[in-house]
């Protein structure tokens, strides 16, 4: 079956450092990939995807590249702000797209 | 442009009411679907429809759940006979075709007394 598992949280980095956020998933075939992003009191966002093995998907200075050896998308940014403050959210949608697994998310506090 | 509107933004009920949850999707989107986010959790999938279709309800986790999209745009998740443990986020999202990225809404937040 089709499952991502996301690195438990919480992170409380300081301003101007470097985030990574680990993601690894478990497919049939050839997902798509997606990280999203929940600000406090907003809905979910579509932060960045990569839709095929060693796409880069990068947005807003955050990067994830799609790994099939490793079955790992994990999310980087060279240096947060605090206004990154937010919970992330690791997915994939199978290639019919029917349905998107979601990790269980995890939750990035950046202090000045 | 309009974003996915959910409505009511919070519903309060007593065990063994039955409510039902609205989703206006982003208009000209095909693809909607229904997700539940409990507490600490990621959103669980729920059903997914491809127009009036409801392709997949796979993730609907037993008969009181139901959910309807009769033209093809606002869709509507009924629960029946509630639970406490239906007490949920109840997300919505909608997407321009098949695999293609979701817009989500901000939620009905369904708290079960």
């Known amino acids: 079956g089709n499952s991502v598992t996301q690195m438990e949280g919480p992170v409380t980095l300081s301003e101007e450092a470097f985030l990574t956020i680990n993601c690894t998933y478990t497919?049939?075939?050839?997902?798509?990939l997606f990280w999203y992003v929940q600000y406090p009191g907003e809905g979910l966002q579509l932060l960045l995807k990569?839709?095929?093995?060693?796409d880069k998907g990068s947005n807003k200075g955050f990067e994830a590249t799609y790994r099939k050896e490793t079955t790992s998308f994990h999310l980087e940014k060279g240096s947060v702000q605090v206004s990154d403050s937010a919970v992330y959210f690791c997915?994939?949608?199978?290639?019919?797209?029917?349905?998107?697994?979601f990790g269980t998310g995890t939750s990035l506090t950046v202090i000045p | 442009g309009a974003g996915v509107s959910q409505t009511p933004s919070n519903k309060v009920t007593e065990k063994g009411k039955y409510v039902e949850l609205r989703c206006d999707p982003i208009?000209?989107?095909?693809?909607l679907y229904w997700y539940r986010q409990s507490l600490g959790q990621g959103p669980e999938f729920l059903i997914y429809?491809?127009?009036?279709?409801?392709?997949?309800d796979s993730g609907l986790p037993n008969d009181r759940f139901f959910a309807v999209r009769p033209e093809g745009s606002v869709s509507t998740l009924k629960i029946q006979r509630t639970e406490r443990g239906d007490s949920a986020v109840y997300l919505c999202?909608?997407?321009?075709?098949?695999?293609?990225?979701?817009?989500f809404g901000d939620g009905t937040r369904l708290s079960i007394l």
């Open positions: 999202a909608s997407s321009i075709g098949l695999g293609q990225p979701q817009h």
């Open positions: 497919a049939t075939g050839y997902p798509s």
């Open positions: 990569a839709t095929k093995a060693d």
């Open positions: 997915a994939l949608s199978d290639r019919l797209g029917n349905q998107f697994y």
């Open positions: 208009s000209g989107h095909t693809a």
């Open positions: 429809f491809q127009g009036t279709g409801a392709a997949d």
